[in-house]
């Protein structure tokens, strides 16, 4: 087995090379010499050349670190809070969302419902909140209703229930997206109840629906179910309404073309009054009541 000590007879900048590689700094072996050639044009002090690679080695780790965790958490689409338009839906409060981007829910183990029409940006929110708390370090995992309780389903077929609910209780944050898209299978809301009360109290949620909680009977088959989750769901819960136009809708928009988009509706036209039947008033005379 060789030596990962550098060979004393290299040259300075070598040895240093085949430090960074004992040392698994890829980013800083590819950057050393840019750096060693702005220290020798007096650009850079020595001390400032130790800092950029360690700055460049540093950001490349937490990069790496992030884009695991997202690929582990199922986070596949990035989606940012800075990438979501807040004047599309003046309905939602900007401040109360990046306030939730503290995480302070997160270590609360509180439970976020972020309710809304289709298309209104729900996964987007939830997913760019998932997104701050793996910056932040923490666990997060991202799976809709369905999977979830398919995977649940699954795991009770085969005798692994309880391993199953004790794989998702480990991350710290759980979003659990399209609550009401589709039909629950029978049994599964008595699934997901389980897994429900398992983190209660002791993990994040983060929940996205189309639906209301007066809806939930309906959803899961079950008002007494549905009663005993919204009993969980709701105790340290922060409930966030979105009423507004479709985001799909705006982005279609966006790419008619400009004689079109001008005149184009997102949101559908105002009710008009009811036209009324027989002849129009002549001037100045009130119109006949209709019959």
């Not at 005149?263 to 039947?277: D, K, L, Q």
Request: proline share 7%; hydrophobic share 40%.
């Amino acid at each position: 087995m060789s030596s990962l000590l550098p060979d004393p007879t290299a040259s300075l900048l070598d040895r240093i090379k085949t430090s960074m590689v004992g040392l698994k700094m890829p980013r800083a072996i590819e950057v050393v010499d840019i750096c060693v050639s702005r220290l020798d044009r007096g650009e850079i002090t020595a001390l400032e050349l130790v800092e950029q690679l360690l700055l460049e080695e540093l950001t490349f780790r937490e990069d790496r670190r992030i884009r695991t965790a997202l690929r582990m958490g199922r986070l596949n689409t990035v989606k940012t809070l800075t990438g979501y338009d807040f004047s599309f839906q003046p309905s939602l409060d900007k401040a109360r969302i990046l306030a939730l981007a503290e995480l302070n829910f997160v270590a609360r183990c509180e439970v976020v419902h972020l309710l809304g029409p289709p298309g209104t940006g729900k996964s987007h929110l939830a997913s760019a909140l998932g997104l701050e708390a793996v910056k932040a370090g923490k666990s997060v995992s991202f799976i809709t209703l369905a999977d979830l309780i398919g995977a649940l389903a699954k795991a009770e077929r085969e005798g692994s229930l309880r391993e199953r609910i004790r794989f998702y209780c480990r991350p710290s944050l759980l979003i659990v997206d399209e609550i009401g898209y589709l039909p629950v299978i029978p049994g599964g809301g008595n699934l997901f109840f389980q897994l429900v009360n398992a983190r209660y109290e002791k993990g994040a949620m983060i929940l996205t629906s189309n639906r209301g909680f007066a809806e939930w009977g309906e959803i899961f088959g079950s008002p007494v179910v549905a009663t005993a989750l919204l009993d969980r769901l709701l105790h340290h819960a922060i409930v966030i309404q979105i009423d507004g136009s479709s985001y799909r809708l705006r982005r279609h928009a966006d790419l008619l073309p400009e004689h079109v988009r001008s005149t184009a509706r997102i949101t559908p036209p105002a009710p008009t009054e009811p036209r009324r039947r027989g002849r129009p008033p002549k001037d100045g005379a009130a119109p006949m009541p209709e019959s």
